[in-house]
């Protein structure tokens, strides 16, 4: 266990956080994000829990920093695989944001526990500075999704990012339910339907889902004036 002094300089306390947030990055992929305690990442670092809150204020706090981070490395991912595309499709763009998230159990994991538990235990400012960095993040990728598939609105970009996370996170916690439950899952046929392979499951619903959002753009985009006309009229008279 390393032996820290206290961090007099600025440029020492830069080091102490960059130990802890390593020291959270690793116990957390081993172990999961909710098996962490404060004390246990302390250990980690030779640190006592009290002297830990002099670097962060609670535990929720590195891990929404390991969030933050996690959304960064993804995203330069993510947009360098969507850039190699030779033709972007939609199973093709789904199926580099499923391989991506997939590659990153730990961001999976964030993912999830981010709006449960980690940005209801932090500082206002704390959870500020997360989503501004996910916000530029969103901004970017959507900037790529949509040079490749531009019948797509900037709501269809994020919609999409949304979906995405949200069901990686969700599911990934599905696929990895504790050595136990896994086993009971193996041992009996009928519970064959709980073990999920995250990749596959969310690469088929977004391609289901940007199929299904081209197709009704392309639709609405080549629908007579005659028709939209009548749906004008239409739309008026139920209001009466």
């Known amino acids: 266990m390393p032996d820290f ?3 007099r300089s600025a440029a020492a306390k830069q080091r102490r956080e960059s130990a802890i947030l390593d020291a959270a ?9 909710r098996q ?18 002099r670097y962060f204020e ?3 706090e590195i891990f929404l920093r390991l969030t933050a981070d996690g959304w960064r490395e993804w995203s330069a991912a993510l947009r360098a695989g969507l850039e190699e595309l030779q033709t972007p499709t939609p199973a093709a763009v789904a199926g580099v944001f499923a391989s991506t998230l997939a590659a990153r159990g730990l961001f999976c994991d964030l993912l999830a526990q981010a709006p449960l538990n980690l940005e209801r235990h932090v500082s206002l400012e704390a959870v500020r500075a997360f989503k501004l960095v ?3 993040e969103v901004d970017a990728i959507v900037t790529v999704v949509r040079r490749l598939l531009p019948m797509l609105t900037e709501r269809d970009g994020v919609d999409l990012i949304a979906a995405a996370t949200a069901m990686s996170g969700a599911f990934w916690q599905m696929a990895t339910p504790g050595p136990e439950v896994a086993a ?3 041992s009996d046929p009928r519970l064959a339907h709980a073990v999920v392979d995250v990749e596959p499951r969310v690469a088929r619903l977004l391609e289901a889902m940007l199929t299904g959002t081209l197709e009704g753009g392309e639709a609405a985009r080549y ?3 005659r028709a939209r006309t009548g749906d004008s009229t239409r739309s008026a008279m139920e209001r009466r």
Request: aromatic share 2%.
């Open 5 to 7: 002094q206290r961090a």
């Open 36 to 53: 962490i305690t404060l004390a246990d990442i302390g250990a980690a670092v030779g640190l006592h829990k009290s002297a830990m809150l």
């Open 184 to 186: 009971l899952y193996r």
């Open 223 to 225: 629908r007579s004036p």
């Open 58 to 60: 609670t535990r929720e």
């Open 134 to 136: 996910t916000l530029a």
């Open 25 to 33: 990055r690793a116990l957390g992929a081993e172990r999961g994000i």
